[in-house]
Structures are given as C-alpha cells and as structure tokens.
C-alpha cells in the first residue's frame, strides 16, 4: 500500500469519526455551561429583582397619586373659572336667543307678544334636565320668569338672602351700572352658598340670570374624577382606593374581591394626613396614603409583596421546565446529528472522489455550449421582457381610458338634473330671503330638499363605482316605495317647471333587486322626459308614472305627452352615445345605461313606444 492511497483512506475515516468526536463534546460542554449558568442566575438575582421589582411599583404607584392630586387641585382652583364659564355659556344663548326674537319680530308683532315669545323660549331652556335655569327681571324689581315660579309676576325688589343682602337690587345695580356681572348669595336659609351672573338686556328694562349651587359643582368635579379613576387602566399588582373622611367611596373594581377586609380595615386605620409610604407587615402589603384636603380625600395607592413573588416563582418554574426540555431536545438531537452524520460521512466518502472526477469532465466539455447558450437566452428573454411589457402598458391605458371616458360620461349625464335641482334651491331661498320669508320651517324644508339631492348624487357616485364589481348584493325591495322615493326627489323641480307628475302604483310587490340601480334608471327615464317636455311647446306638459303587476312580472311605465319618438329613432334609442339633444345637452349614455342595468343587472327588459299622447318607456321586471 503506497503512502497516497493510505492518506486517503485514513482521511476519510477522518471525516466520519471528527464529526461525531467534536458534536458529542461540544454538546457535554455547552448543555453543562448552559444549565450552570442559569441556575447561578436565578440564585444569586430572585432578591435583587424582587427589591428592583418593589421600588419600580412604589415610584410608579407615587407618580400615579401625584397625577390624581394635580387633577384633583386643578378641578378645586378652578372651580369658580369652570362654573363662571357654564354661567356664560347659560347667559350668552338666552341673550342671543331673546334677541333674535326680538329682532326678528320687532316691527311685526306688539310689544307684549314678543316678550311672550321671548320668555316662552327661554323658559325651555334646559341644563341638567331641568327647565328656567334662567330668569328675567326687570329693573323696577318686578319678576318676569322666575326659576321657581313662586316669585314669578311678583315684584321682589325688597327680597333678602340669608345673609340678610338686598340681593335683587345689587343685581339690579350690576347689570344697570356694568352690563354683566357675578355675585355670590345664599338665597335661603339652610341653601349651600352659589355663584349668580346677571347680563343686561338692552331691550325693556330687563336683565337675566342664572345661578350654580358651588357646593353642587364641587360635587360634580369630585365625580368626575372619580369616574376617570374608575376607568383608567389598572396594573394587576396595584390597586387604588379612596377615602372620604373615614368612608371609603372608591377602591379599583379589578382587585376590590382579591383584597382581604382586614387590609381594607387597616387602610382606614392609617388615614394620617402626612404623605407617605406605610408597611403593614401582617397583611403583607405597602400602600401609599396621600391627603387631599379640599376634598376631604384619602388617596391611597398599595401593592401586595406576595404578587411579585408569584411572579418570580413563577418565572423560575417555567425557566426550569424550558432547561429540562431544552437539555432533552439537545441531547436528542445531538444524538441525531451524529448518527446521521457518520451515516452520510460514509456513504459521501466512497462516492465522492469518482463524483468530483466526473463533474470535472463534464464541466469542462459544457462550459463553451452553456456560455453561448447563456447569451442567446439573455437576448431572447430581454426582448420578449421589453414587448411583453409595452403590450401590458398599451392594454393598461387603453383600459384606463376606456374606463375613465365611460365613468366621466355617466356621472356628468346622471349629475346634470340634481345640479340643475340644488340650483332651484338656492334661488329659492335667496328670493325668500330679499323678500324676508325666510322662515325656520321654510329654511329647514329647503335644507332637506338639497341634502336628498346631495344623497342622490352621492348614491350615483357609489352606483357607478361598483357598477362593475362583481360583489354588489340585491335587497328585497317594494316597487312601489321606491317609486315614491322617486318621486320625492323630482316632484318638485318639475312642479317649478310647470309639469305635472302622475302616479299609478297598482302594486305592492317585493323583488330581489338592485335598490340604487333601479332608482337611477327611473330617474334617468324622467330626466328624458322633462328634457322633452321643455324642450317642446306643449300646452300642459306632463309625466305619468304606472305599476302594474301580472302573474310573473311587475312592469313600470313612464310615460309623457311631448308627442313621441318617430321610428327611426327607436331604433337607436337606447344605443351608445346615440342624442337627440346634441353635445351641449347630453352624451347618449342615458338610456344606453339604462339599458344595461335593467338587462344585465336587473334580469328584466325595457322598451319604448308610442302612446296617444307621447313617448313611454317600460321596464318588465321578472319575479
């Protein structure tokens, strides 16, 4: 045996026994570091974590009672600034409310039926529920409204609260002498003391006020902040509890059933008005009392020492069922690897040698062809790349344009009528204003009648939005509700046009239909027809609606009496930009449209023939 052959062989025996040698040590060192390693951690760090975990809390637990007292004295200082701002906002509608009655009808009505007006508006007025937070008073004393009605219609100008002050006239004085000002009263004796505003009315003779019990508003702060402590997130080891006096009125719904009466019995032991942080050893607990004194409030903040340890304890316990199934995991595998690996080290190493000499033989003879094979496919695949993609970009934008011309075509034609509508509703509201017939109720009908149209022209967009999705959903719809609904939107422009609007609904049936699509069919059936009709001299023009209902189809009728449509043109009628109207006045997708939804999307059909006195166009809709 030559040298060469003997090195080879001892070579391969190297390579099958390295392996397993070096991944069977590697694997004892690292498993036995590993585990070492993390149990000298646990031991030597569970204390100081705890200690970590414990001051954490209390510093969390400290900025968290902070927070509530800054809350706290902020809604305390600025509780008169808060009830002074509700007073004004009171004051400043009841003006403005009076004086626009007074403006409005001043001229037009008597002096007395306007005061009656105004007193009516202000008496509803309501805040909190309740009605006549306002009052009225006039200068000489006399009571107008009053927030109780006892006094009302009384002159109360000698009236004296409980600390004995003429207080209707330092209010009589204010308002004459300032125009607006504040005073604080108890009006009665045994009432909480509260903040009144007085504001001149500049019209006769008369001031209003309104007042806010003080001790009511405290009250109101104090819920509140109870309420955000109530619902603001809680951590699972803390809990917050509030006394007021020795009477505990909050404590954090989360834990309240997890702490034990006894630790909410020393809690009010420890109520002491010095801040800071108390140990109760027994319970095993820390709280952190802070007193808040114009509120009268204990704010407690506590944690248990025993959570934290349940933490930590149950860290460890998984950390040791984790080591456990890693070590196994590791020696499984271990054990894996190396059997496999001395399996494929042999069987690589007979076969090895005889694979590279081939390789190398068959590299060298394919090495020329598959360099020229390369360049020839790098051309072909980077001309096929370029005219693929120029056939992608022309279908794109063909798509694009085709799309767009369509989508900007209908919604012109469908948004051209209710454009003309809202139109109408703006002169209309213009003439009732110049001539001053403007009134609440005709601006409110006015208002409703532009946001119906607004709704339509909104539906219209969403219609042709979806109008090619696949995924639109029929509804169960009564024909002739949606008829009306119709009607509601077109009865009137077409009144301002002079045409009348008939409708026949000899049906009550349902289909399964596309509501919108349905409705913007009829609409654009209408809109043909009253362009017809104005577009000719017809002595009474008018539109007729019918629905009629047989075995297995509903049909609707829409019909005119501007003379109907010679034959040649109900040929074309319903084809693509095919108009009698020209370009200025419509595109010929009208009808076209209306053709395919009521085919396609409706499972129906429509037709258009002549009638005695004009045009009808019905649509047949199966069951």
């Given at each position: ?54 001051m954490g809390e209390k510093r969390q637990g400290e900025e968290f009672v902070k927070d509530i007292n800054i809350i706290a004295n902020y809604n305390y200082e600025h509780l008169d600034e808060s009830v002074k701002k509700e007073l004004d906002e009171r004051l400043q509608l009841a003006h403005e409310s009076a004086s626009f009655i007074y403006d409005k009808y001043r001229g037009r009505l008597s002096e007395k039926a306007i005061k009656e007006r105004i007193v009516d508006a202000l008496s509803s007025m309501t805040w909190h529920g ?315 009908e006015k208002v409703k009648e532009g946001t119906r149209l607004l709704e339509y022209m909104s539906h219209t967009i969403d219609d042709f939005k979806n109008f090619f999705k696949p995924d639109k959903e029929r509804s169960n719809e009564q024909i002739s509700e949606v008829i009306e609904h119709v009607v509601t939107l077109v009865e009137k422009p077409l009144a301002s046009n002079n045409i009348t609007l008939e409708m026949s609904l000899e049906s009550d049936a349902r289909l399964m239909i596309y509501r919108n699509e349905l409705l ?104």
């Amino acid at each position: 045996m030559n040298l060469k052959a003997f090195r080879e062989r001892w070579t391969l025996r190297l390579i099958s026994i390295t392996p397993l040698t070096a991944i069977a040590i590697l694997t004892v060192v690292i498993t036995s570091f590993y585990i070492d390693k993390l149990n000298y951690y646990f031991k030597e760090n569970a204390a100081r974590y705890l200690d970590e975990y414990i001051m954490g809390e209390k510093r969390q637990g400290e900025e968290f009672v902070k927070d509530i007292n800054i809350i706290a004295n902020y809604n305390y200082e600025h509780l008169d600034e808060s009830v002074k701002k509700e007073l004004d906002e009171r004051l400043q509608l009841a003006h403005e409310s009076a004086s626009f009655i007074y403006d409005k009808y001043r001229g037009r009505l008597s002096e007395k039926a306007i005061k009656e007006r105004i007193v009516d508006a202000l008496s509803s007025m309501t805040w909190h529920g309740k009605e006549n937070y306002v009052w009225i008073t006039d200068y000489e004393g006399n009571s107008i409204l009053s927030d109780s009605g006892e006094s009302e219609h009384k002159n109360i100008s000698g009236f004296t609260d409980a600390d004995g002050r003429a207080i209707i006239l330092e209010e009589i004085q204010m308002a004459r002498k300032y125009g607006e000002g504040y005073i604080k009263t108890r009006f009665r004796e045994g009432d909480s003391r509260q903040l009144v505003k007085v504001v001149d009315f500049d019209h006769f003779g008369w001031f209003f006020g309104s007042g806010i019990h003080l001790d009511r508003a405290m009250h109101e702060k104090k819920v509140e902040l109870l309420h955000l402590l109530d619902t603001s997130p809680k951590d699972r080891s803390g809990y917050v509890a509030i006394f007021e006096g020795s009477e505990l009125i909050l404590i954090s719904d989360k834990n309240e059933t997890a702490l034990a009466p006894t630790l909410l019995q020393k809690m009010g032991e420890h109520l002491a008005k010095e801040n800071g942080w108390i140990e109760l050893p027994k319970e095993n607990a820390h709280i952190y009392v802070h007193y808040f004194e114009p509120f009268d409030w204990h704010i407690i903040y506590g944690f248990k020492k025993e959570f934290f340890n349940s933490v930590l304890q149950d860290q460890q316990t998984k950390m040791k069922k984790e080591i456990d199934q890693e070590m196994r995991f590791i020696v499984y595998v271990s054990i894996f690897i190396a059997l496999l690996v001395g399996v494929l080290t042999v069987i690589v190493s007979r076969h090895i040698i005889a694979i590279i000499r081939n390789y190398k033989e068959e590299l060298d003879s394919s090495d020329a062809a598959l360099r020229e094979l390369n360049i020839s496919l790098q051309e072909q695949v980077k001309e096929e790349v370029n005219a693929h993609r120029e056939k992608e970009k022309m279908l794109i934008q063909q798509s694009k344009m085709a799309a767009m011309g369509d989508m900007i075509s209908m919604i012109a034609h469908q948004w051209r009528q209710p454009l003309n509508q809202m139109s109408y509703v703006l002169m209309n509201i213009d003439s009732a204003y110049e001539f001053k017939e403007l009134t609440p109720e005709y601006m409110d009908e006015k208002v409703k009648e532009g946001t119906r149209l607004l709704e339509y022209m909104s539906h219209t967009i969403d219609d042709f939005k979806n109008f090619f999705k696949p995924d639109k959903e029929r509804s169960n719809e009564q024909i002739s509700e949606v008829i009306e609904h119709v009607v509601t939107l077109v009865e009137k422009p077409l009144a301002s046009n002079n045409i009348t609007l008939e409708m026949s609904l000899e049906s009550d049936a349902r289909l399964m239909i596309y509501r919108n699509e349905l409705l913007q069919v009829i609409l654009s059936l209408i809109a043909n027809a009253k362009d017809v009709l104005l577009s000719g001299e017809v002595d009474h023009p008018k539109i007729s609606i019918v629905v009629t209902e047989e075995s297995k189809t509903v049909t609707i009728t829409v019909c005119d009496n501007g003379g109907g449509v010679t034959e040649e043109i109900q040929e074309k009628i319903f084809e693509p930009y095919f108009s009698t109207k020209g370009e200025k006045s419509g595109t010929g997708l009208g009808l076209y449209m209306s053709k395919t939804i009521v085919e396609e999307h409706l499972n129906g059909e429509i037709k258009v023939y002549n009638s005695d006195e004009g045009a009808c166009f019905a649509i047949t809709l199966k069951k």
